[in-house]
């Protein structure tokens, strides 16, 4: 998307850079480590440690239920009392949004139902 990347730069490649940043500044007060005392050193690495950790031990990110895909993509409407009914399913995002993609009604929208969630949950009461 345009609006997630304005300045040509992701969040993957700030991360990127910040784990670069964090490795070298970390080696430079290691080095520097001869010169001063190793206990203050030691407290600001594990202070950049913190913020700034490898790849490989931070923990993976959970995956939704949207890309497990247990669940159904929905074509709803919302009437005037805020009471959501389903019109269509879809068992995939690409599918229900071609059959939306010509929607002009605003109360008319797409969303991801996972499975055994009541689809009262689209209501906007």
């Known amino acids: 998307m345009a609006s997630e990347r304005p300045f040509g730069i992701?969040?993957?490649?700030f991360e990127?850079?910040?784990?670069?940043?964090?490795i070298e500044i970390r080696d430079l007060l290691g080095k520097a480590g001869e010169?001063?005392?190793?206990t203050s050193v030691n407290t600001l690495a594990?202070?950049?440690?913190?913020?700034?950790?490898?790849?490989?031990?931070?923990?993976?990110?959970?995956?939704?239920?949207?890309?497990t895909g247990n669940g159904v993509w929905v074509i709803y409407s919302v009437d005037d009392a805020g009471v959501a009914r389903v019109e269509q399913v879809f068992p995939s995002e690409l599918e229900a949004l071609r059959a939306?993609?010509?929607?002009?009604?605003?109360?008319?929208?797409v969303r991801f139902?996972?499975?055994?969630v009541p689809a009262t949950v689209l209501d906007t009461l």
Not at 16 to 22: N, S, T, V
Not at 46 to 67: A, D, I, M, N, Y
């Open 100 to 109: 939306h993609r010509d929607n002009t009604d605003e109360r008319r929208r």
């Open 10 to 13: 992701g969040p993957e490649d």
């Open 35 to 38: 010169y001063v005392d190793r």
């Open 16 to 22: 990127r850079a910040l784990r670069e940043a964090g």
């Open 113 to 116: 139902l996972p499975y055994g």
């Open 46 to 67: 594990s202070l950049l440690g913190q913020f700034v950790q490898p790849e490989r031990t931070r923990p993976p990110k959970p995956e939704t239920t949207g890309e």
